[in-house]
Every structure is written in structure tokens, then in C-alpha cells.
């Protein structure tokens, strides 16, 4: 069964501080790894599609890569403004459009 | 990206009643689909609303409780039928192409008493 798993589910820094957010999948056939933003009250706002291993995709304080398991977000010198919670979601080998979502992590980043 | 409108943003209703959500899309679409985010949840697949066609629901949600309509390229309507608290959540309508990213409305912040 196709699976996304994201880890850690909460993760708090300090401006400035820089860290990793992990998104593991089992997808046969993955035809797309994308990332998400969520803020509250909020819809997810699309940031990132990672089509193949060693892709990389960047912007502002935001860097996506992929490999065959997994994609990595990492933050560089985060604000308190990117915290949300950020979610990783894959497309399988159907061609339905179908999207499977991990659980999230939610980054707060203290002043 | 295309812009996703969806009515009411949020409503409280009482058990045994039904509510239908609108989606508006500013452009048209092939594909819409429709999710469930419980509280603290991820998103759940409900189902594919396909212009012309029947929707094709995702296992664990059925037509009768969640009818959908899909009458133009634009336009989309879930309705969540005889409620119960347990279907108070947030649902999430999506707009998207295979191998696409899909794009989200706001969501419908649902409350059931």
C-alpha cells in the first residue's frame, strides 16, 4: 500500500536556526513529490514538485531534494515567519491525479 | 496558478441535516477532487470529481453520504449528508492535472451539534 510518513511532527527553532524536515514514501511508480505549506485557517499553499532522484528545487530560505525514499526540506536561517506546517504529499504510478499526503510538521521558529 | 473559491467558509449544523459546499474555479479543469482534514489531521482523499462522469470515491466514503456534482470545467458541489459530529472537520476542495501540483481552496470549516 502506498504510504507517506513525515517526521519529526513538531519541531521548534530558534530564528536563525537551521534544520531538516524528512518525508519518507513507499509509492510504486511515483509520478511527483510535492510539498506544501499550510498556515492556519489556511488552505495548503503549493511550494515544491521533485519529479526524479537528485532534484533539487530552492526558494527564498527553502530547499527540496529527492531521493529514491525520501525528500528533505531544509530550512536555512528560518524567520518566525515560515512557521506553518508543511506538508509532503506524492502521486502514484495511477494517472488519476491522485495525491497521497503525509501528516506534517509543524515548524515554529522563535524570535 | 488557478484561483479556488469555496462557499461557506465555514458553518455550524445540526446532526441529521445536510450541507452542500460550492468550489468555483477561475479557470477550467479537468480534474477537482475533494479532501477531509479532521483536526490536526492530514488530508484524506474523499473523491475525483470528473465533469460528465459519475465521482469516483475513495474507499471508506460513499455517494450517499457525500453526493457530488461536477455540472461544468468550473464548478463542483460535495454535499455531506445526514450529519453527525463525527463529520465535523475541515473539507478541502483541489484543483489539478496528473504529475501536477494540485492548488487549494481555504477549505469549509465544518461544526456539527
Known amino acids: 500500500e502506498d504510504q507517506v510518513t513525515q517526521s519529526p511532527e513538531a519541531l521548534r527553532l530558534q530564528e536563525g536556526e537551521s534544520s531538516s524536515l524528512n518525508c519518507s514514501y513507499t509509492?510504486?511508480?511515483?509520478?511527483?513529490l510535492f510539498w506544501y505549506r499550510q498556515d492556519p485557517g489556511k488552505g495548503p499553499e503549493f511550494l515544491f514538485t521533485l519529479y526524479s532522484a537528485g532534484e533539487e528545487k530552492e526558494k527564498e530560505r527553502l530547499k527540496a531534494t529527492l531521493t529514491k525514499k525520501e525528500s528533505f526540506l531544509h530550512i536555512t536561517a528560518p524567520k518566525p515567519e515560515d512557521s506553518a506546517t508543511y506538508l509532503c504529499?506524492?502521486?502514484?504510478?495511477?494517472?488519476?491525479?491522485?495525491?497521497?499526503f503525509g501528516q506534517g510538521t509543524t515548524l515554529q521558529v522563535k524570535p | 496558478s488557478a484561483v479556488i473559491s469555496q462557499k461557506p467558509s465555514r458553518d455550524i449544523c445540526q446532526r441529521g441535516t445536510s450541507l452542500t459546499i460550492q468550489c468555483q474555479v477561475d479557470s477550467q479543469v479537468t480534474m477537482m477532487f475533494w479532501y477531509r482534514q479532521q483536526p490536526g489531521q492530514s488530508l484524506t482523499l474523499i473523491a475525483t470529481a470528473n465533469q460528465g462522469s459519475e465521482a469516483t470515491y475513495e474507499s471508506g466514503f460513499v455517494i450517499d453520504k457525500f453526493p457530488i456534482s461536477r455540472p461544468n470545467l468550473t464548478f463542483s458541489t460535495l454535499t455531506v449528508s445526514n450529519m453527525s459530529p463525527e463529520d465535523s472537520s475541515i473539507y478541502l476542495c483541489?484543483?489539478?492535472?496528473?504529475?501536477?501540483?494540485?492548488?487549494f481552496g481555504d477549505g469549509t470549516r465544518l461544526s456539527i451539534l
Open positions: 504529499a506524492a502521486g502514484g504510478s495511477s494517472n488519476t491525479g491522485k495525491l497521497i
Open positions: 483541489s484543483v489539478g492535472e496528473s504529475n501536477q501540483p494540485q492548488h
Open positions: 509509492v510504486s511508480g511515483l509520478r511527483g
